[in-house]
């Protein structure tokens, strides 16, 4: 197998793992607070990774510890929450369209922060795809308190995109199991207080235990967190920073697809809204041929 190939393997991997994403939060948040959801996802995935952590952080510089512990704080903790909030009030398929604007947030990251020069036609690809985004948005109508809560969902992207360039940037040397591990561990601890303070383990001494929401928001940490987070690091290391923010674009198609099995209507519009952004998908990896 290539490399292209394995490229494109992990991403279509992480492009199903992390559209279902939005509709595990929704089915978490049916039972549990937003902050239980997402403290749960994130300490799940933490105990998920420990064996790996205790292997790997005897073998990781110190001085590179606090960097990976901040791009586990801006790709996994704070878009946690973020989302969660959101989707108190923004509904799983606008949350995955929102979540399209990571590419766009990883070349500004990149240029501003990190100096980085931006080609033409990444640009243009990008321009094209967040332009499907924003047409696939105004397709659900535009409400009030829909652009509030969705301002969350656009702080998450701009974690997104920092979390992107850093580690491109400053952590392309080490293993991606390393990274995550280590990552998701930090994560675990600052969201267990959450946790605690939220009511969740008096929650569990009750009559009704919501272990739907509870089942969803556990598989979404160790599938959608430690396991999707340690292949998007094999894929940033492998194929580049905007290559694997690239995955955004492909999971508002997946989002769509969940809330079609749930009785949603998809509209012609939506589906060509979802052809622009793979023809900007398209252009933004074809500049690296």
Partial sequence: MNQRTIHWTIFLLLSLTWGSSFILMK?????LTPYQVASLRILSAGISLLPFFIKFIRQTPKNK????????????????YLFCIAETRVDSS?????????????????FFIFHQKI?????????????????LFTANGIDAGYWYYGLWIVLA??????????VHNYLKGFSSMQLGAIALFFC???????????????????PDIPWKSIGASVTLGIMGTSVASVLFYVLINKAGGMFASMVTYAMPVVALIWGLL??????????????IILAGMYLVNRKRA
């Fill in 27 to 31: 089915i978490g948040l049916e039972g």
């Fill in 65 to 80: 510890i606090p960097v990976i512990i901040l791009s586990g704080i801006l790709g996994n903790l704070l878009p946690a």
């Fill in 94 to 110: 606008l949350a995955g369209m929102l979540n399209g604007l990571v590419p766009l947030m990883a070349i500004l990251a990149g």
């Fill in 119 to 135: 080609i033409k036609q990444q640009l243009l690809g990008i321009c094209i795809g967040f332009l499907g985004v924003i047409l």
């Fill in 157 to 166: 992207t701009i974690c997104y995109g920092i979390n992107i360039s850093l």
């Fill in 188 to 206: 675990g601890l600052f969201a267990l207080p959450v946790l605690i303070y939220s009511g969740f383990f008096t929650l569990l001494s009750g």
């Fill in 262 to 275: 749930y009785g949603e209507s998809i509209s012609l519009f939506q589906v060509g809204c979802m052809l």
